[in-house]
């Protein structure tokens, strides 16, 4: 059926999407995501989204531009995102939860000559937000200009200079900017490719500073078609400097990081891979005050120091067969991190000073940990026959988590074991199915009395098979059902009167058919049921109480119609509830009902190479817990232009 394309799939799968959204109990409120609207904007480009969603509101618009006028280059970068919550204020009145963002980058380039051309570069962003008691604002301006160079035809310089303005909660701020970039081009030194960046930037914006710079270095040759040997080194320095309003101080940040990554792949043969990998990284953060408000401090501000080592590495083995039926693989790994925390001492201070520095030293230092992890895994995946596959995978990690000092009392083991087992099995020409069995256990051990009672065995086993008929090629139905039991144990029950083992068990069925009745008309249907409930568990006797438990159902089903090879609309009812049982002396009682029940659309328009039109919406009527009736509509809508 290539008539309906692509556009078709996506459509089928809104149902899922709609009715998701239903079963959460929670409302939306997260970000919008930029990548999947960024991920479809052409070079040359615009996009518009809107989404609401019960009582929030989310917008997002996009622009940008690559090109050339006149022998000028152009490129414009542009990044609006907006979320608005409407909440129930005074009886009669609506209240706005809003913020803002945006962010603008525009920049033009002219060649001068061969290797020589003008920059010019303004970047800006605007953000405010009135979701907090008080008003949020901030915005940060730049301009800068100057010129990219080749002063070896392997380099790439750019320097530039420029003015920024900066507002912070009402305190504005401005000053010079100085800019530096540098980038290898093309380097190869005997089969060996090396590239290079580094950028110098300061901005001066009294009384604060601000700094961004950082150099790598990478290194990379193949010796075969897969056997390679890879390193790169990197030092990064950042500052960054706020103000803490409520002290009249300048918070200053001050990060540096050295960092140096190795990867090597060695080929024993065809089919054979070895892979070391190598990271090592040192980090230092200085978190400064500096007072700027006139007269006497009320008392000392102790600067302090975090330093970090951090060190990553593992061991691989690879196995993939001629033919790509069989693989698997092999990892040995181990990490390791160590933070320390210290305040700075106050040059010629007083004995009272000297006191609260010591107390201020030992708070800093009750943070101190040192973590190790060491892993184990591997997958296999090989076939038992033309129409039979399986598939293995299993892993194990012991993490060791100390605390240097006395007053902390997080220092900890925890076992972590999984497993898996999938089998795929073509019975018929029309008939697949397939089973997966997976479980996990994990041991959590604190070393210490203090922290003990949280001492706790957690295991978890799940099984979900699978089956997907094909009678005919306009008729497709895929069934899944799965069944988890969840059991977390605690070591000390019986000691501790605040823990308690629980149990958590889950049985959920999916069912998903579409039926094709001519190249432009289909039905869609989509079931989902799931029960779970939660109880007390005694597992020496393996017997609990059960405290809770749940119905969810939800049914969709809608009607799609493709005029054309570019475009899919669609209607259909979606229905959701959700019903609440509670235990007590007197048996299983109904604590609370859900019910959603609505019309859909949606609307999916592919005009080629001028953009995208996507919109969505549903309808519906909600009966609350407590016996009233709410109606909502909710829309989502994307449009996307190619400029």
């Not at 930029?34 to 809107?50: C, E, R, T």
């Not at 006191?355 to 090989?382: H, P």
């Not at 959700?578 to 019910?595: D, I, N, P």
Request: net charge neutral; hydrophobic share 35%; proline share 4%.
């Amino acid at each position: 059926m290539p008539y309906i394309g692509s556009a078709t799939i996506a459509v089928v799968l809104l149902p899922l999407g709609l009715l998701l959204a239903h079963a959460q109990e929670t409302q939306r409120t997260a970000d919008i995501s930029l990548q999947a609207p960024d991920s479809v904007l052409h070079k040359n480009g615009a996009g518009i989204y809107f989404d609401r969603n019960l009582n929030t509101y989310n917008w997002m618009g996009r622009l940008v531009l690559d090109t050339a006028v006149a022998g000028t280059h152009i490129g414009l970068n542009q990044l609006y995102t907006s979320n608005v919550i409407v909440v129930d204020g005074s009886p009669g009145s609506r209240k706005k939860l809003e913020s803002n963002q945006e962010n603008l980058l525009l920049q033009l380039g002219r060649p001068l000559s061969a290797d020589i051309g003008a920059l010019v570069q303004w970047s800006s962003l605007v953000y405010s937000d009135r979701k907090s008691v008080g008003l949020s604002n901030a915005s940060i301006h730049s301009l800068l200009g100057g010129i990219e160079f080749l002063p070896i035809p392997f380099v790439a310089l750019t320097p530039m200079v420029g003015y920024r303005w900066d507002n912070q909660a009402d305190v504005r701020d401005h000053g010079l900017t100085t800019y530096l970039a540098a980038q290898t081009r093309g380097i190869d030194l005997d089969g060996t490719r090396i590239a290079g960046t580094a950028q110098y930037r300061e901005d001066r914006l009294d009384p604060r500073k601000l700094d961004s710079h950082f150099a790598r270095l990478g290194a990379q040759k193949y010796f075969s078609a897969t056997t390679r040997d890879s390193i790169e080194i990197g030092v990064y320095h950042t500052r960054r400097e706020f103000y803490a309003l409520a002290d009249s101080n300048i918070e200053s940040r001050l990060d540096n990081v050295f960092s140096f990554t190795n990867l090597l792949d060695y080929e024993i043969d065809r089919n054979f891979l070895a892979t070391l990998f190598l990271t090592v990284n040192s980090r230092g953060l200085d978190k400064d005050y500096r007072r700027t408000a006139v007269g006497s401090p009320p008392g000392p501000l102790f600067d302090t120091r975090i330093e970090e080592f951090r060190l990553e590495t593992f061991l691989q083995a690879s196995y993939r067969s001629t033919d790509n039926r069989s693989a698997g693989s092999l990892r040995l790994s181990h990490s390791e991190r160590n933070e320390t925390h210290s305040a700075k001492p106050i040059p010629n201070a007083s004995p009272g000073v000297l006191i609260l520095y010591n107390e201020r030293n030992r708070q800093e230092q009750t943070k101190d940990n040192y973590a190790r992890r060491s892993s184990l895994a591997g997958t296999v995946s090989f076939p038992l026959s033309l129409s039979d596959r399986v598939s293995i995978s299993g892993a194990a990690s012991i993490l060791r988590y100390d605390t240097p000092s006395d007053q902390n009392f997080e220092d900890r083991d925890e076992l972590l074991v999984a497993a898996s087992i999938g089998t795929t099995h073509r019975i018929t020409r029309s008939f697949e199915a397939a089973v997966t069995l997976d479980g996990n256990i994990s041991h959590l051990v604190y070393l210490l009395k203090e922290r003990s009672a949280n001492n706790n065995i957690n295991r978890v086993l799940r099984l979900s098979p699978r089956t997907t008929f094909r009678p005919a090629g306009f008729f497709t139905t895929t069934n899944g059902f799965e069944v988890l039991a969840n059991y977390t144990v605690y070591d000390f029950e019986e000691e501790a009167a605040l823990v308690r083992s629980f149990s958590y068990r889950q049985f959920g069925w999916i069912d998903s058919t579409t039926v094709q009745f001519t190249d432009r008309v289909a039905f869609d249907f989509f079931l989902y049921l799931k029960l779970y409930e939660r109880g007390q568990l005694r597992w020496s006797d393996f017997t609990e109480r059960l405290e809770n438990s749940f119905a969810d159902q939800t049914y969709a089903a809608q009607l799609r119609f493709s005029p054309g090879p570019r475009a899919v609309f669609a209607v259909g009812l979606q229905y959701f509830s959700q019903t609440r049982y509670s235990y007590t002396v007197a048996g299983k009682q109904v604590g609370s009902f859900l019910r959603s029940f609505g019309p859909t659309c949606a609307i999916l328009w592919d005009v080629g190479n001028h953009g995208q039109l996507s919109l969505r919406g549903w309808y519906e009527d909600r009966k609350q817990p407590d016996g009233t009736s709410r109606s909502l509509a909710n829309m989502s809508m994307t449009i996307l232009l190619t400029l």
